[in-house]
């Protein structure tokens, strides 16, 4: 991953969501030790105070827990956290700009579902 300093979205938040992805790919399993903030500050060459940031991100939202002299470990639960969040707020977000964009280019309901059928299959390999 590459951190993208000039974008509007804060280094912490990236580190968050990079991290999420990696849960989401169980790259980083359930109960697995997260990477340090002194790692991860070494791996993505940013401050320390910047990665622990984005590891409390995700110790807020109940994906991580700490465990006092050892660190930080993936919950349990985590991939159905951030799989419903994700669900929840991402995907009504596309979907609500994709009706509105449809709405705007005179794109009917039933055109827009089938566009969703064939990239659906189209993702499918069919």
Request: hydrophobic content about 40%; proline content about 2%.
């Amino acid at each position: 991953m590459i951190i993208n300093s000039d974008g509007t979205k804060p280094i912490y938040v990236q580190i968050a969501e990079w991290l999420e992805t990696e849960i989401l790919n169980e790259h980083i399993k359930s109960d697995e030790k997260m990477y340090s903030q002194y790692q991860l500050a070494e791996m993505f060459n940013i401050n320390p105070a910047t990665a622990a940031k984005g590891l409390n991100i995700l110790a807020d939202g109940d994906i991580l827990y700490k465990k006092r002299g050892l660190g930080m470990f993936v919950t349990p639960h985590a991939r159905d956290v951030i799989l419903s969040r994700r669900k929840n707020q991402i995907l009504k977000l596309l979907v609500r700009d994709l009706v509105m964009e449809a709405e705007r280019l005179k794109v009917s309901k039933e055109e827009l579902i089938e566009m969703i059928r064939f990239e659906g299959k189209e993702g499918d390999g069919e």
